[in-house]
Every structure is written in structure tokens, then in C-alpha cells.
């Protein structure tokens, strides 16, 4: 296996589109890319309940997320009670 990297996605404009869209070509390719064993992160300056719905789109649920331009990191995974910790 390659050195793992760190990709960091943003959610509007970039694995969302401007309609609001996330196509099967982008949420696959997330899911390869940490399938692979990179960390994929979103870091967005949207806020937790705006985060959540496309991190499960996306398939990501270990790892990280930063919310709320920063503010707030999530730390993800299935088995703590949410999905996710603060």
C-alpha cells in the first residue's frame, strides 16, 4: 500500500453541486479513495446538521469532519452512540 494522505473535500461547490446535487461519480470516487486507505475528510462551513446527511451519503464513517468554518471537529465513528463525538 502507498503512504496514506489526507484529502480534504469541501461540501458546496465541490462534492455538491450548485443545485444541491451529489452525482454517483463524485460519492464513488470518495469511496475509493478512503477504500484505498487515504483519510478523506470534509471540512466545510456548514453547520453539524448540515455535515451529517452528506457524510452518510458519501459513505464516511471513521475519521473526521470539520463543521461551522472550523469550529467544530467531529471526531466519526459507528460505534459511539451518534456516529460521532464533538
Request: hydrophobic content about 40%; glycine content about 10%; aromatic content about 2%.
Amino acid at each position: 500500500m502507498t503512504t496514506p494522505h489526507l484529502v480534504a473535500l469541501d461540501i458546496d461547490g465541490t462534492t455538491v453541486n450548485h443545485e444541491g446535487e451529489l452525482s454517483d461519480a463524485v460519492r464513488e470516487t470518495v469511496r475509493a479513495v478512503a477504500d484505498a486507505g487515504h483519510h478523506v475528510t470534509i471540512a466545510t462551513g456548514r453547520a453539524i446538521i448540515g455535515t451529517l446527511p452528506v457524510l452518510d451519503r458519501l459513505g464516511l464513517t471513521t475519521g473526521y469532519a470539520v463543521c461551522a468554518n472550523g469550529a467544530v471537529t467531529l471526531r466519526l465513528h459507528p460505534d459511539l452512540e451518534l456516529g460521532y463525538e464533538i
